[in-house]
Structure formats: structure tokens, C-alpha cells
């Protein structure tokens, strides 16, 4: 591998018929953006990509060097180039706030489609409905490590392990109801309860027993810490069990 100026970028990486790395092409493209020249080695099969890592005593691929200097994998790049590097296990409130933007939108385009007007009086509902379809959705996918998470602090839970599994269809059926209409006298109650016994379950582990975890709300790997969002999903859970049932007997 010979010489080259630092402005012109290296770049090994594994292209085969089989698997196109994408950290790679991420790689590739950075540097792009960045404005270098890139020498691209595309590794093209099992015996070449072997070859290179003995050769160049590295463990994995793609690989970037700038000048005579081995920088290493994106992730190594992404740091020499001044740019953050994503943490695996770092918590964040982007996946619920991701949740909560995108139902905020359907609840606009629900109320534009079923009303006449981005602003009726049911987009509220709309909205937080559909919140609830999309959070139900995330624990649907893997019942099972959603019910290991929630175990965690869930006072009914741990007192009754089924409601674990119990939950995520009570919630997403509860949204899809208010979000139709329909059988009220059903969704309100069951909003209503899991709502409630949520509320009181994270206000003491957080605010009460000041216990530092990840929340289950978007399902069971989530990264998202127990509190304020918790707390205020299931408050908006509990005042949809209150408000739907009240807004039919005013008509």
C-alpha cells in the first residue's frame, strides 16, 4: 500500500457478490462530502479480504487512510473528522420523540381528511390516538423483552406477570378505537386503567424510589430514560379515558 498525500483518501472495503458493506459506502461517501480524493479498494472476495487484514493487521473492514496514516473503521473516522460517534448504548428521547412528531402530522392529516380543517375540534384526539396505535406498535413487534423491560418497574407487573403481555394490546386497541369512534364504553375504561396504573408506577419509581431506567414505552430494547415522557404518555392515556366517554354525553 503505498504512499499518498493526505488529501487523497484510501479506502478498503468489502464489495462482494454476497454483501455489500454499508459502512463502507458510508465511509466512502463522508469523505466525499468532506472534500477528498478517494482512492476506493473495493475488497471483492472472502480470499482478498483475508489477504488485506493480514496484511494490514486489522480485524475489519472498511479501513481508511489519509496520507501514510491509518485511521481506521467510520466510526474512527467520523472522530478524526471532529464529527460525533454514535453511542449504542447512550439514552435518548429521539425514539418517542420521533412517535410523537409523526402522530402530531397523521393527526393533522386525519382532521384534514375526516373534518375539513387542520384544526378541528377531534385533531387532539386524532393525535394522541394515534400516539398510542404507534407506541402499541413498538411493543407488538417483541412482546416478550417489552414485557422483561416493563417488569422493571410496572407495579401491577410485578404482581401479576401476564398484564406485562396484556398491555401492549390494551393500548393499541384503546387508540385504535378512540381513533375510529367506536365502542367507546370500551377504549375509554381500558385507556383509563393501564394509564392510571402507569402513571402511579413510573411517578414512584422515578420520583419516589429515584430509580434510574430505561422506559419500555417504545418497546423492549429502548433506550429512552424513565421520567417525564413516561409520566406525561400515560397522563395523556388517562385524560383520553376521561374526555372521550365526557365529550359523547355533551354531543
Not at 460525533?84 to 420523540?97: E, F
Not at 392529516?109 to 406498535?137: C, D, K, N
Not at 414485557?147 to 410485578?158: E, P
Not at 386497541?173 to 402511579?200: E, R
Request: proline share 5%.
Amino acid at each position: 500500500m503505498a504512499s499518498t498525500s493526505p488529501s487523497i483518501a484510501r479506502v478498503y472495503r468489502m464489495k462482494t457478490a454476497e454483501h455489500m458493506c454499508p459502512f463502507g459506502l458510508k465511509t466512502v461517501d463522508l469523505l466525499r462530502h468532506k472534500g477528498y480524493q478517494i482512492d476506493d479498494n473495493p475488497l471483492t472476495s472472502r480470499k482478498e479480504i483475508d489477504a488485506f487484514k493480514e496484511q494490514a493487521g486489522v480485524e475489519t473492514t472498511p479501513q481508511v487512510y489519509l496520507g501514510d496514516e491509518r485511521i481506521g473503521g467510520y466510526e474512527e473516522l467520523r472522530e478524526h473528522l471532529g464529527m460525533s460517534v454514535p453511542d449504542a448504548d447512550a439514552t435518548s428521547y429521539k425514539p418517542v420523540l420521533a412517535i410523537f412528531a409523526t402522530a402530531l402530522l397523521m393527526g393533522f392529516a386525519i382532521s384534514w381528511a375526516a373534518q375539513g380543517s387542520l384544526f378541528s375540534v377531534r385533531m387532539p384526539e386524532y393525535f394522541i390516538a394515534t400516539a398510542m396505535v404507534l407506541l402499541g406498535l413498538q411493543k407488538l413487534q417483541d412482546v416478550e423483552s417489552f414485557s422483561s423491560m416493563f417488569l422493571n418497574y410496572d407495579l401491577l407487573a410485578q404482581r401479576y406477570v401476564p398484564y406485562g403481555y396484556f398491555y401492549p394490546y390494551a393500548e393499541t386497541l384503546a387508540g385504535l378505537l378512540m381513533l375510529a369512534g367506536a365502542l367507546i364504553w370500551l377504549a375509554a375504561p381500558l385507556a383509563l386503567f393501564v394509564g392510571t396504573v402507569g402513571a402511579v408506577s413510573v411517578f414512584k419509581a422515578v420520583y419516589i424510589d429515584k430509580r434510574e431506567l430505561k422506559c419500555a414505552c417504545v418497546g423492549g430494547n429502548s433506550k429512552v430514560p424513565l421520567g417525564f415522557v413516561s409520566l406525561t404518555e400515560n397522563l395523556v392515556m388517562m385524560g383520553m379515558g376521561l374526555w372521550m366517554p365526557l365529550r359523547i354525553l355533551l354531543g
